[in-house]
């Protein structure tokens, strides 16, 4: 990796993006729900697929990036729904953060028009950095460049580690709010227990609803998220809009290090499969060097058909942008 390369990799990582110790901010939950808060797992009512690319600051050539990919169903026999997913975030050469988890949601109609759900998800967290890509401070000379000097050494050993997370959600006729505290055993991500390795909890509040203004042609869904990390917050606000076949979105969110950022997207719904793309632009805060789009997110998400009739507690309208 390029010396200015590795240097920007640590500032995005200082910057709060992918922060030691933090968990990666996608920009928002949408199609993430049951990653960040197992409750809402199954909410759909039917089964489903999703996959989804993320790029980080495309335009500097860094490599940052994410694959996501979960499947989730409900399950009259549980009394609720079943689910797994995966992540994988790719720091350029540096670092590879992986996850991937089991999710079930326990659904239950607690009046005429009132429903709860709680959910558990158990996951393993792996973490493997390549040391000899890391340049450290020391490394860089101002007349002779990279001299590889630095006393310090940087250990390369991966880490496995199990996770554990939990939430509840609450919903009344099509309005929708949840509460989740993830990262419940604070799992070390490095060999060297040090504090700033450690994968603090994530508390994440989210609420939305829709409606249909103009009859079944039209949907709009509004939504609004909040997480805290360490003490790092991410609020998210933000409304879909699906006519007919054809879905778009606005949102805004800022992230605690001073981030602020404008997501207009764009997706096509079949009534099988979903197709998204959505674009993050920084328009306010941050550092000269990372000016510019933020976030690019491509996604595709798959319902299939179940001939099995099924009776569902209750059917959460997620947005999908």
């Given amino acids: 990796m390029k010396v200015e390369k590795v240097t920007a990799v640590v500032i995005i990582i200082l910057s709060g993006l992918t922060t030691h110790g933090q968990d990666t901010w ?25 996959l989804s690319c993320y790029s980080f600051l495309p335009g ?48 239950l109609r607690a009046g005429n028009d009132l429903y709860f759900s709680a959910g558990l998800t158990a996951s393993m967290v792996h973490r493997g950095i390549r040391a000899g890509s890391v340049i450290l401070p020391e490394d860089l000379d101002p007349f002779l460049g990279y001299t ?44 060297r227990h040090q504090d700033h390795n450690r994968l ?17 042609s039209l949907t709009i869904s509004p939504s609004a998220s909040m997480h805290l990390q360490d003490g790092y917050v991410a609020a998210y606000l933000g409304a879909e809009l699906l ?14 290090s001073g981030f602020t950022a404008a997501v207009p ?35 595709l998400s798959i319902c299939f058909n179940n001939v099995e009739k099924r009776r569902v507690v209750h059917v959460i309208k997620l947005p999908d942008l």
């Fill in 265 to 299: 997207a764009l997706g096509w719904d079949t009534g099988t499969a979903k197709v998204i793309l959505s674009y993050s632009y920084i328009i306010a805060g941050g550092v000269p060097v990372i000016k510019g789009t933020a976030i690019v997110r491509a996604g």
């Fill in 148 to 191: 590889g000097i630095s006393s310090e050494t940087i250990s390369s050993g991966n880490v496995t580690l199990l996770d554990l997370g939990t939430g509840i959600t609450v919903s009344k006729g099509s309005w929708y709010g949840g509460f989740a505290v993830m990262h419940l055993t604070q799992p070390w991500l490095s060999d």
């Fill in 26 to 50: 996608y920009g928002g939950m949408s199609g993430l729900h049951f990653m960040y808060n197992p409750a809402f797992t199954g909410a759909a009512g039917k089964p489903e697929m999703r």
């Fill in 200 to 216: 603090r909890r994530l508390y994440s509040l989210n609420a939305g609803t829709s409606f249909e203004p103009g009859g079944k």
């Fill in 60 to 107: 500097n050539g860094y490599s940052l990036g994410s694959v996501y990919g979960s499947y989730n169903d409900y399950s009259s026999s549980l009394h609720g729904g079943v689910g797994l997913w995966l992540s994988d975030d790719m720091l350029g050469d540096v670092m590879n953060d992986f996850r991937a988890g089991a999710t079930y949601a326990y659904h």
């Fill in 243 to 256: 006519y007919r076949e054809l879905m778009c979105g606005l949102a805004l969110w800022h992230e605690g």
